[in-house]
């Protein structure tokens, strides 16, 4: 399958959430919840808490599910190493869908790939794949790519020109974050969001600023003293 056909499989997108662009009035302030102590003067507000998070990835999850052909076996690849946590929210979801669809339960795999394209607060212009040498068992496999935020596009675009390579069935991409930014020239746009963000960095939840802050349990907003204290400049080698 070409790559081209990959990013059009699924005409219908669900854009999820949208969190406004005047996002400081629909976040929390950080003295509500218990962030730690090391990270919270750097932080700008809380503004996707993980109990929303969860409730919010439950119906995408089941969305996704009635979406899946049943007779196909799915494989669900998790892009590492800021995805993790929301690969594992979604691959426990659909666990419990496909269990509670049984006898007609879908066969069910899991597998990883670890892409880099960030470095400080800008998504860079190369991306690096990092693993995917393996990924034969992916022919003619309905493949669900869980992503922690699509931001450019261009990570997932480049992932897709791998995927291509091993002729799956169906490519859907799922991601927790869509950030409306004008950098996204291709208009890339996932087929499962649970939120679209304007442009702030969001961390928290696994998602990291130069390996910083994968720890909180929600998903923040960095301030500029936690930009410019944890940009790689200012890191020790």
Aim: aromatic share 10%; hydrophobic share 40%; charged share 25%.
């Amino acid at each position: 399958m070409k790559v081209e056909e990959l990013l059009k499989s699924n005409d219908k997108k669900d854009i999820g959430i949208v969190v406004p662009d005047n996002w400081q009035s629909v976040s929390y302030d950080c003295d509500q919840f218990a962030l730690p102590t090391h990270y919270k003067k750097y932080l700008e507000r809380v503004i996707l808490p993980r109990g929303l998070v969860l409730d919010r990835t439950e119906k995408l999850v089941l969305d996704l599910f009635h979406s899946l052909d049943r007779s196909v076996p799915v494989v669900a690849l998790c892009v590492l190493k800021g995805g993790f946590q929301y690969f594992a929210d979604v691959c426990d979801n659909l666990k419990r869908h496909a269990a509670a669809h049984y006898p007609e339960a879908i066969q069910f795999n899991m597998d990883f790939i670890r892409l880099k394209s960030y470095e400080d607060d800008r998504a860079n212009e190369e991306v690096q794949v990092i693993g995917g040498d393996n990924l034969e068992h992916l022919r003619g496999k309905q493949v669900i790519v869980v992503e922690d935020i699509v931001d450019t596009g261009n990570t997932i675009r480049k992932l897709m020109n791998v995927l291509a390579k091993y002729d799956p069935k169906s490519v859907k991409v799922v991601t927790m974050l869509s950030k409306r930014t004008p950098l996204n020239t291709s208009g890339y746009v996932a087929d499962f969001s649970a939120f679209s963000i304007p442009v702030f960095f969001a961390v928290g939840y696994a998602l990291d600023y130069n390996e910083y802050f994968r720890d909180l349990n929600h998903v923040c907003v960095l301030n500029n003293e936690g930009i410019e204290k944890f940009s790689a400049k200012n890191l020790p080698n």
